[in-house]
């Protein structure tokens, strides 16, 4: 579809524009037997045990956990979700959307490695109600009386829901303007924000990807393992189903980590099958594959595999197409792509299911000056980037952050973006609200003039592709030469095979005349430390360095596995992993050999 008509399709005045939980009392009546969410439980069995709800049987039980939630809470409240990522889990967010209570979606608290995000966003949202399972008691009661945090109302138990219930409700008018949800950004640099997510914010974003996607087959699935706290994962697991009444199968996260190729087992076999995940995610996958458990699969009906989240890397790309050919998969049904949660999720992916990624070798040092000039594949000093395609349904220019001028095809800017899917703001912030939501254009000519999402991530448009160059925020300037990191932690983790892959951190640190390069590097598990010589993998890391990149690193750290800060969706998080460096809170590879000495 075009931009221009998917625009006026969403436009705030069109006719046909509803919220999507409205859509899903129509699949009920449609098409009651249907399939429209099946959770595959490892649990219990290492083989997976697939538990399925129709579409009327999805009605009923979402309608009955409405009828709870406004027992104990009015509309525009907020629901904290604080349970595992079950049936209970989806079940709770289409109940919240039915009842107008605010749905906060987090995690059960004895979730690993994310305490301080938890804690952070639960005592922002001010929930009147936290939502769990019995399972999930004794931790949600831990968590309650172990902080200094407001006191829910009331604890609602998802798993005890009488379905009967939900021939309590009657459907109420939900504008599109109402927030849904609260979606919790990562906060690797600062306290966690929410993001205001409305009705109308996630009927178009799910069209917007539906329609980037284009699906041609009249009954189309998605597969998915991500996280439902999770942008991506919400979108893609329960959002884009709403649009058309399609069948999502999906597992939770522990299960996909435990095993990957649990992923390609829920692709495969299937006629017509759509997908989404981190960069990680299918260099993962794809370094455990084992040609006697892939010769049964078949992923010839494998649409789409949209990549996002994060930096998506060629290597990956080449890698996985690889490691999966033989099972039918085509090079084309890999989507690079791009989104952020201020825009709900979706921005723009490569949309041509038959044609490969397209990837572009550019001059580094033009790039360094904000020039995005095509070199030679395999020439020194360049960068190979990966095309996140078009803009589906909204606008993306690339702007000067300082003057607020549209820049040029070619010309590296501030990724700005203007549509039905941009958020409202942010959740009682109103400075940080304006800032980030408040661009205007000058001089914007046929463009909007505002307001603008300034994403804080750089970019350039070269014909008529987005390419996304990096964080604004995590920019290393030495010596008035602009630096990625992601460039310099790529160049490191090949230094050595002592360097855990994808666990590097990069980041400037205040210098007397110039700012200075630290890179903190996880140690490979692989390597074990007996064989491990500090000053070998240093000497290689500094070396790689100042011949990639022509600077000098102030300190090198080699770090224990785990150390290096992550985002809750897998991203490495630079500035808390400097802030950690700062404060001497890194535990390393030097320290703990000296302590087995």
């Known amino acids: 579809m075009a931009l221009g008509a998917l625009l006026a399709e969403l436009s705030p005045d069109a006719p046909d524009r509803r919220p999507l939980i409205e859509l899903i009392g129509r699949w009920a009546a449609e098409k009651p037997d249907a399939p429209a969410f099946t959770f595959v439980d490892y649990s219990s069995d290492p083989q997976g045990t697939p538990i399925t709800l129709s ?14 939630l406004r027992r104990h809470a009015e509309p525009g ?24 209570v605010v749905a906060v979606p987090l995690f059960s608290p004895d979730l690993p490695g994310h305490a301080e995000r938890l804690l952070g966003a639960y005592t922002d949202s001010e929930p009147a109600v936290v939502v769990t399972t019995r399972s999930a008691q004794p931790h949600v009661e831990k968590f309650l009386a172990d902080h200094d945090v407001q006191q829910p109302r009331h604890i609602i138990y998802a798993d005890e829901i009488d379905p009967a219930l939900g021939e309590q409700w009657q459907d109420e008018p939900i504008g599109l303007d109402e927030v849904a949800y609260l979606q919790y950004t990562s906060g690797s640099t ?38 439902l706290f999770h942008d991506m994962g919400l979108i893609s697991a329960m959002a884009l189903p709403m649009v058309k009444g399609d069948h999502v199968i999906y597992t939770d ?31 993962y996958v794809a370094s455990v594959v084992d040609p006697e458990k892939i010769a049964g699969l078949d992923l010839s009906g494998l ?39 201020e825009a709900t999720v979706f921005v723009s992916a490569a949309a041509d299911t038959e044609t490969p990624p397209k990837i572009v070798t550019v001059d580094r040092d033009r790039l360094s000056k904000g020039e995005f000039v095509p070199a030679e594949e395999g020439a020194a000093r360049t960068n190979a980037l990966v095309s996140c395609g078009r803009p589906v349904g909204q606008y993306v220019a690339i702007v000067d952050p300082d003057t607020c001028t549209e ?25 940080r609200s304006q800032e980030t939501f408040g661009g205007v254009l000058k001089d914007p000519g046929d463009l909007p003039a505002g307001p603008w999402l300034r994403t804080g991530d750089y970019g350039v448009i070269y014909e008529g592709e987005l390419y996304v160059t990096g964080r604004i925020k995590d920019l290393i300037i030495v010596d008035g030469t602009n630096h990625y990191p992601q460039d310099i932690e790529l160049t490191v983790q090949e230094a050595h095979p002592a360097i855990r892959p994808d666990h590097v951190a990069a980041f400037a640190v205040e210098g007397e005349e110039t700012e200075r390069l630290v890179v903190v590097a996880e140690r490979n598990r692989r390597v074990p430390l007996r064989r ?33 800060s992550r985002t809750t969706s897998g991203k490495v998080a630079r500035s808390a992993t400097r802030q950690r460096y700062l404060n001497g809170e890194l535990q390393t590879t030097a320290a703990r050999l000296a302590a087995n000495a």
Not at 305 to 325: D, K, Q, S, V
């Open 55 to 68: 579409w009327g049987e999805t009605v009923r039980r979402a309608r009955a956990t409405a009828v709870v």
């Open 77 to 100: 409240e907020r629901a904290a979700l604080l349970l595992p990522q079950r049936h209970e889990y989806m079940l709770t967010m289409l109940g919240a959307m039915y009842s107008r």
């Open 190 to 227: 600062r306290r966690p924000a929410g993001v205001q997510i409305t009705h109308g914010n996630v009927e178009a974003n799910a069209k917007q990807l539906w329609a980037g996607w284009a699906p041609e087959h009249p009954r189309p699935e998605l597969a998915s393992w991500l996280p």
């Open 253 to 283: 996260p522990v299960s996909f980590l435990m095993n990957p190729m649990r992923w390609l087992e829920m692709l495969s076999g299937r006629e017509w099958v759509y997908t989404a995940g981190p960069n990680f995610a299918y260099d």
């Open 532 to 564: 491990l010589d500090l000053e070998e993998v240093e000497n290689a890391v500094r070396s790689a360095i100042s011949v990639e990149h022509e600077m000098s690193v102030h300190e090198f750290v080699l770090v224990e596995p785990g150390v290096v």
């Open 407 to 431: 820049q040029p095809d070619g010309r590296v800017g501030e990724i700005w973006v203007h549509g039905p899917n941009v958020a409202a703001g942010y959740w009682r912030n109103s400075e």
């Open 303 to 341: 649409v789409t595999c949209l990549n996002g989240a994060e930096p998506i890397r060629p290597a990956t790309l080449e890698r996985f197409y690889e490691a999966f050919a033989s099972t039918g998969l085509r090079k084309g049904a890999q989507a690079p792509g791009y989104g952020l949660a």
